[in-house]
């Protein structure tokens, strides 16, 4: 695979693209920022629908896990197909084809919640998590290389401050318009008849239907608006290096060991990020006995508003701190927050979770800048398409921590993405060290 040098959005002619320094530049600025809103949304409502599926199905943390492994292997799958879509086509073709996917899943919860059948559903997140993997490909490195390269990591931790905007907005939707407030325990259902039990399952799971509608309408619509939208030329960085000849992007970034450690770094970060958000609700009601699901919601809803302000917040501290330093002190705190949260359940042990979504603010950005950093941009497009791939890691462990959940505690289950945060603050002292020594 031979590297070339693009120079601008090749999914636009050259007539119809404008340079970024023009004062047209605000637009097509406002509708990539609100993808980082858009697939916030979206992954945090699987949040709540682990809790609604849980009930709605009658499945063990195990299985109701599943719900974030259906949707981040669709981001394992289609990230390096997405990667190579956006280097043949360019960022726009990505980013409509990527919300044309991402509607198209949305609006397949209707038929799924009429068949009642978990695996359709599950299929839905499936093409849902498609659509967002090219969106997150190209979204990312387009942010980086919109201004100079030193200012980057900020600029990229800025839009990615919007992204918690739209995990609030998911995480309300879920619990004003999914959560019934309904709750049966195991002995007032086996009191019902069956008819009536049926009957409870069918409202429960059909509660998803009108939400998932409106969205996938918004969305395909963005998609539109998108579509008949001039974007600017993008200029790619010059390379730190000079990439040897003859040899293939692909075998240059996985020779690479630092990028293999952003990649490991960020594997663990979505796995601890999605394995903190997505048993909140059942860490609450498991420590903190005869708390409702609507109820419980609303600590996942406080670490989502502490996650946006540590996103504003960290990327101000960037401006005095290096990048990599902020992401090896946050590390570390958080592998002591997700500790407590083990030794001490209960409502202390709550807050401590709802504390760490500020320390993980960074982490994603952070990461995924320093992985792309002084690339060229082949290097970029399809260094970008493997930092998504590892999102898969919001699928292995969430399935490993409801697994512990089933075998031991949900309080336990939160070893898990201690022993993530611990992996991450090895690699930003790593890199930290590298840095000071160069």
Not at 27 to 48: E, K, T
Not at 171 to 187: A, D, K, R, Y
Request: hydrophobic share 55%; net charge positive.
């Amino acid at each position: 695979m031979e590297a070339r040098t693009v120079t601008e959005d090749t999914s636009m002619p050259a007539a119809d693209t404008m340079h970024a320094g023009t004062g047209r530049i605000w637009l097509p600025l406002v509708l990539i920022v609100s993808l980082f809103f858009l697939w916030g949304g979206a992954n945090n409502l699987n949040d709540v629908l682990i809790a609604q599926f849980k009930k709605a199905f009658v499945l063990s943390d195990f299985e109701a896990g599943l719900v974030q492994s259906a949707f981040y292997l669709g981001y394992f799958l289609i990230a390096m197909p997405a990667g190579m879509y956006m280097r043949r086509f360019g960022y726009k073709s990505a980013v409509v084809f990527g919300l044309m996917l991402y509607g198209i899943g949305a609006l397949l919860f209707w038929p799924a919640a009429e068949k009642a059948t978990y695996g359709m559903f599950l299929f839905a997140l499936f093409v849902i998590a498609s659509g967002l993997a090219f969106l997150e490909t190209s979204a990312n490195p387009f942010v980086t290389l919109l201004g100079p390269p030193e200012t980057a990591t900020r600029r990229l931790n800025l839009a990615q401050a919007f992204n918690p905007l739209g995990s609030i907005a998911g995480i309300l939707i879920g619990q004003h318009f999914i959560f019934s407030g309904v709750e049966h325990t195991p002995e007032q259902l086996a009191a019902m008849s069956d008819a009536q039990r049926v009957a409870y399952y069918v409202s429960e799971t059909k509660a998803v239907q009108w939400p998932y509608l409106v969205i996938g309408l918004v969305v395909l619509g963005w998609a539109a608006l998108i579509l008949a939208t001039r974007f600017p030329k993008a200029a790619a960085p010059r390379a730190t290096a000079t990439p040897t000849a003859g040899s293939g992007v692909m075998g240059r970034l996985l020779r690479d060991k630092f990028f293999i450690g952003a990649m490991l770094a960020q594997f663990f970060y979505v796995g601890a990020q999605v394995g903190v958000w997505s048993y909140t609700i059942r860490y609450v009601q498991a420590t903190m006995h005869g708390t409702p699901a609507k109820l419980a919601a609303n600590f996942l809803t406080a670490e989502l508003v502490c996650f946006m302000v540590g996103r504003f917040a960290g990327a101000a501290l960037m401006k005095y701190v290096a990048p990599v330093r902020l992401l090896f002190a946050f590390a570390a705190i958080n592998v002591v927050l997700t500790l407590y949260a083990v030794v001490h359940p209960g409502i202390s042990g709550a807050y401590a979770l709802a504390a760490c979504s500020f320390f993980m603010s960074v982490m994603y950005p952070t990461i995924f800048a320093l992985g792309v950093e002084g690339r060229s941009d082949d290097e970029r497009k399809l260094g970008s398409g493997l930092l998504v791939m590892t999102i898969i890691g919001g699928a292995v462990l969430t399935a490993i921590m409801g697994a512990v959940s089933d075998r031991s505690s949900m309080s336990d289950a939160m070893v898990v993405p201690a022993c993530s945060f611990a992996i991450i603050a090895l690699f930003a002292w790593r890199r930290r060290t590298v840095r000071s020594a160069i």
